[in-house]
């Protein structure tokens, strides 16, 4: 029985891993800080709500890419972890979006 439950948890949570990407509306912002932590860059950026208008910062992963504070960056879509603890930082991120991919496309 308890193999049964192990082999449904697998499948749920193999399921959740290829759900859709969530879009993080207006996949721009400016970056405010930048973390090199083992094979991955997270990077805070500042961008416009897209709702509201008003300026909110968001936290991203992704594979190692130069930034700096003040570029321009576009981002593709990612999966939002709520929650993350990163073991390699030792801190937990209240909220983080896995993307694939971060591109500068103006240098402060």
Known sequence: MRNIFRLLGGIVFAILMMSPAIAVEGNEGKVIQTIDAGNYTYVEISKKDMVTQLEESIW?????????????????????????????????????YFVSRIEVISEK
């Open 60 to 96: 991203l992963a992704s594979p190692l890419v130069k930034v700096a504070p003040g570029n321009i960056v576009t981002f593709d879509d990612g999966a939002e972890m709520r929650d993350f603890y990163s073991k390699t930082l030792d801190r937990t991120f209240h909220s983080v």
